[in-house]
């Protein structure tokens, strides 16, 4: 939310100076480009009534899953039309992916999850987790990483949320050796 829009000096073309600063917003935090920006002043109160619509959206998208299915087919074929990288020979391999129901996240989002809806902050929205089981964690660099959470938003573009991919090696058959 870019405030004291009203201490912006009118002028001609404001509307185009509202889009420069949307702009220059943009590009200074580039890596949040899921993120939505509104201009408004409190003190005017333009675009609040905007501000609690966007803070409503961002609560629907917080809701949203992926179906298991549809985010395993999702990423096989992002797998499939490019492939991960060879880091010291070896590849990541996909085995399967879910959307945890609890965003499956274990720090303060965890506590809050299981905090009675009194001692939750009102209107509180968690980042959207996904756990993918691959052959090696290691094996995933920050580049493919990217490229994987825009084919998830390609699905679901959950507005202002950040999604987090969680790697897990598969676990070994315990009998076998």
Same mark, same amino acid.
Do not use: C
């Given at each position: 939310?870019?405030?004291?829009?009203?201490?912006?000096?009118?002028?001609?073309?404001?509307?185009?100076?509202?889009?420069?600063?949307?702009?220059?917003?943009?590009?200074?935090?580039?890596?949040?480009?899921?993120?939505?920006?509104?201009?408004?002043?409190?003190?005017?109160?333009?675009?609040?009534?905007?501000?609690?619509?966007?803070?409503?959206?961002?609560?629907?998208?917080?809701?949203?899953?992926?179906?298991?299915?549809?985010?395993?087919?999702?990423?096989?074929?992002?797998?499939?039309?490019? !492939?991960?990288?060879?880091?010291?020979?070896?590849?990541?391999?996909?085995?399967?992916?879910?959307? !945890?129901?609890?965003?499956?996240?274990?720090?303060?989002?965890?506590?809050?999850?299981?905090?009675?809806?009194?001692?939750?902050?009102?209107?509180?929205?968690?980042?959207?987790?996904?756990?993918?089981?691959?052959?090696?964690?290691?094996?995933?660099?920050?580049?493919?990483?990217?490229?994987?959470?825009?084919?998830?938003?390609?699905?679901? !573009?959950?507005?202002?949320?950040?999604?987090?991919?969680?790697?897990?090696?598969?676990?070994?058959?315990?009998?076998?050796?």
């Amino acid at each position: 939310v870019l405030n004291k829009w009203d201490l912006v000096k009118p002028r001609r073309g404001q509307k185009q100076s509202g889009k420069e600063l949307i702009e220059e917003t943009r590009s200074m935090i580039f890596f949040l480009n899921y993120a939505p920006v509104l201009i408004t002043s409190a003190s005017t109160g333009e675009n609040v009534d905007r501000l609690f619509a966007l803070i409503q959206k961002l609560q629907r998208a917080a809701q949203k899953r992926v179906g298991t299915g549809v985010l395993n087919r999702l990423l096989r074929q992002a797998f499939e039309a490019n !492939p991960p990288p060879l880091v010291k020979g070896h590849r990541l391999k996909l085995f399967y992916v879910t959307q !945890p129901r609890n965003g499956g996240l274990h720090s303060a989002e965890e506590s809050l999850e299981k905090a009675s809806p009194s001692e939750k902050p009102r209107g509180y929205l968690t980042p959207q987790e996904f756990v993918l089981f691959v052959n090696d964690p290691r094996l995933m660099t920050e580049t493919y990483r990217r490229y994987l959470e825009a084919r998830i938003r390609d699905a679901e !573009p959950y507005p202002g949320l950040p999604i987090i991919l969680a790697l897990r090696a598969r676990a070994r058959d315990v009998g076998r050796r």
